[in-house]
């Protein structure tokens, strides 16, 4: 059983938005700090954005800083990736990930910090 589950993607005109979700399946995201990665096709996983387990630190790529929005919600168990203005180089598979961490404020860049993943959701910018 998936620990995470990631939602919201789809096909979406250059200039559009989606709002992504994220939610713990077997685990609270309460209890994490939290990030978001996509992967385009032939291409590594990059970090896209982060969240630290309070909520009060933010982080974000520099191709996406103005466009997206990192969020939580952890009394429904989740976080969200509002994404405007969206290019085709957006085009990726965007999966979300969860960092065991004592630090309450702090965000993580790193592939490696993270403890647990989802399966991502696919995201397409074309028109």
């Known amino acids: 059983q998936e620990q995470l589950v990631a939602s919201g993607g789809g096909l979406v005109q250059p200039g559009g938005s989606l709002r992504l979700s994220c939610s713990g399946a077997?685990?609270?995201?309460?209890?994490?700090?939290m990030g978001w990665f996509r992967q385009a096709p032939a291409k590594e996983r990059e970090f896209v954005a982060a969240i630290s387990l309070n909520g009060r630190s933010t982080d974000y790529t520099d191709s996406v800083k103005g466009r997206f929005t990192i969020s939580r919600d952890n009394d429904k168990n989740t976080v969200y990736l509002q994404m405007n203005v969206l290019r085709p180089e957006d085009t990726a598979v965007y999966s979300c990930a969860a960092a065991a961490t004592p630090y309450s404020g702090v965000t993580y860049r790193v592939r490696a910090q993270y403890n647990y993943w989802g399966p991502g959701t696919q995201v397409t910018v074309s028109s």
């Open positions: 077997t685990r609270s995201v309460k209890n994490y700090a």
